[in-house]
C-alpha cells in the first residue's frame, strides 16, 4: 500500500512543478490544445451523426418493425459514442505525446536536470525522426492493448452486478496503467529502455503505476482537465521512471523558497544530442 501514496505522491509532485515553473507549464499546454480540438471534432461529428452512421452499418433492419428499430439503433449509436469516449481517453495521453514529442521532451529533460543531485539528465543519441518513429509505433502498440482491453471490459459490464459495480473499477486501473506507461515512455525512451523492458518494469511496481495513473484517469474524464494536467502528468511520470529505475531524486529541487533558479523557457524543439 506504500508504493500507493508514493505513486500519488509523484503525480502531485509534477504538478507542483509546473506550477513553479509558468513558462515550462505554458509550453506544456500548446499540444494538449491542439489534441483536445481534434478529439472534440471528431467526437461532435458522431454526437451529429452517429444515427445515420448506425443505419448504415445495419441495412438488415430496414424493414424492422417500430420500436425495435429506434430502440436498436438507438442502443447502437449509444454504444458507439461510449466506445469513442473510452478510446479518447484511453488515446488522448498517447496522441498528445506524439503531436507534441519535443515539447515533453524538453520539459521531462529540465525535470531531470532540476532534480538530479549532478545537475545533469540522460540524453538521447537519436535523431528526432527516430524519436518520433519510436514514440508512434510504440503508441500504437498501447494503444491496441488498450482497445483490446477496453472492449473485453464492455463485454463484461453486461454481466448482472458485477458489470455494474467491479467491471468500472478494474476499467478505472486498466486506464492508469496505459496512461502511466505512456507518460512515463517520455523519459524512459529517452534513456533507451524499449517498450517490452517498460512494460516489466511498471509490472513489477503496479502500486506505484496505479498509485499514479489511476487517479490521473479519473480526472481525464472530467472534460478539458486533461490539457491542463499534462504537463504535469509529464513531470510527474518522470520522478517516477527515476524511481523505478532507481535513480537519486534529489527533493526541493528548484523550490523558490530554497533560493531556486528562475524558469527559463522550455524550447519546443527538440533536446540537445551528443
Known sequence: MRDLGAGFGH???????????????????????????????????????????????????????????????????????????????????AVTLLVGQPFYEALSERVDRDVSPDGTAPESDLPLWRELWISGRDSLRIVVRAALWGVLLFALGFIPVVGQTVVPVIGFFVTGFFLTEELAAVALQRRGVELRERLALLRSRKMLVWGFGTPLGVSFLVPFVAVFLMPGAVAGATLLARELLGEETRDGADDPSEGGTADPAVSPGPAPRH
Open 11 to 93: 503525480l502531485l509532485k509534477g504538478q507542483r512543478w509546473v506550477a513553479r515553473h509558468g513558462r515550462s507549464y505554458g509550453f506544456g499546454l500548446v499540444p494538449g490544445l491542439i489534441t483536445l480540438v481534434l478529439y472534440l471534432g471528431v467526437l461532435v461529428a458522431l454526437a451529429l451523426w452517429g444515427d445515420d452512421f448506425a443505419g448504415w452499418v445495419t441495412p438488415f433492419a430496414d424493414d424492422w418493425s417500430s420500436p425495435w428499430l429506434g430502440l436498436f439503433r438507438g442502443f447502437l449509436t449509444a454504444v458507439l459514442f461510449a466506445i469513442a469516449l473510452l478510446l479518447a481517453v484511453l488515446t488522448f495521453t
